[in-house]
């Protein structure tokens, strides 16, 4: 479970520098004094907030704010997916997403999103201080939602860290709502554990809209007594498709001690001893920016034999289904 920063509010005692308008006044200064606002009567210290990842950030949001709701508040969707360490396809959202009774509190206000499905007792549980779904709930609510794409890179994640598919469709099959029934089993279609990263989910999915046949994941190939295992790959067309990302490059626990000069000649050699097998005729490597914006992606794989039968909007899928 991701930790928040520490927190910090104002005194009901009043004491020195501790009172509401002290602090809300050094948010407003420069220097090593100066606080970040994060909830109502909830304050970091900028120095800490500004060297904090999008993730710790959002987590620090939500315990801000469950502390303030109070039970039997619960942290949900994004929110939820945020503490239990699940990735997000779009980033961490500035508002919080928390689960209430209907009864109790509005839908809506500033800085926070109140969902009022029914919980029950089992798809919630206490981290530290603070309530929140379960994982297969968690799934299924940002299922819900309709954003395939996000939904499969979350359950992917989830599958590989040791949930299953019945686990989520039970969650599915007792959720109270009927609303987006249809995409969240889109969604289970989809999933598969095996998919090694959030690039690689997305990937899959973006493949699915753009009408490729169903890839190989991780297949393993044996060059000169070296195992090389590819994201993706097409048998039929003898056709490989890698997802780079710049993390590949620039970050430590994937350079491994190498430096990124190092990294891009691993990786053309590699590339080059994939050519040598038989069945693979191309390599694609394909970037986020591609996933993002797929037209020129389409002229590519399609130069390298995989037939792309559709070129839809990012609701196609959608449609699809």
């Not at 798809?123 to 499969?152: C, I, K, M, N, Q």
């Not at 009408?211 to 790959?233: A, C, K, N, S, T």
């Not at 037209?295 to 590519?300: C, G, I, M, N, T």
């Amino acid at each position: 479970m991701d930790r928040p920063l520490p927190i910090h509010r104002a005194t009901p005692t009043r004491e020195a520098g501790r009172t509401g308008s002290a602090m809300r006044r050094r948010t407003a200064r420069e220097g090593p004094d100066r606080l970040v606002r994060v909830g109502p009567n909830a304050f970091v210290r900028a120095a800490e907030w500004d060297a904090a990842g999008p993730r710790t950030r959002h987590v620090t949001r939500v315990h801000a704010r469950l502390a303030r709701l109070g039970e039997p508040a619960t942290a949900s969707h994004l929110s939820a997916a945020a503490l239990l360490g699940l990735p997000s396809l779009h980033g961490w959202p500035d508002e919080v997403h928390v689960t209430v009774p209907r009864s109790r509190y509005r839908s809506r206000t500033t800085g926070l999103v109140l969902h009022t499905r029914s919980l029950h007792p089992t798809e919630s549980f206490r981290s530290g201080s603070a309530l929140v779904t379960t994982v297969p709930r968690t799934v299924v609510d940002v299922a819900l939602t309709g954003d395939v794409r996000a939904a499969v890179v979350l359950t992917d994640s989830a599958l590989r860290n040791g949930a299953t598919l019945t686990d989520l469709r039970w969650a599915l099959d007792t959720h109270p709502s009927a609303r987006g029934r249809r995409v969240a089993e889109l969604v289970f279609d989809l999933a598969d554990g095996r998919s090694g990263s959030v690039a690689e989910s997305f990937a899959r999915v973006v493949f699915r809209e753009l009408g490729l046949p169903e890839p190989v994941l991780q297949q393993e190939f044996v060059v000169d007594g070296r195992r090389i295992i590819v994201d993706f790959w097409f048998p039929e067309q003898g056709v490989v498709v890698e997802v780079d990302g710049r993390a590949k490059y620039t970050q430590a626990r994937y350079l491994a001690g190498r430096s990124p000069t190092e990294v891009f000649l691993d990786e053309k050699r590699r590339q080059e001893a994939l050519l040598t097998v038989p069945d693979v005729r191309r390599v694609v490597r394909t970037e986020w920016r591609d996933l993002h914006e797929p037209a020129s992606l389409v002229h590519r794989l399609r130069a390298a034999g995989l037939p792309c039968a559709v070129r839809p909007g990012p609701s196609a899928i959608l449609a699809a289904a």
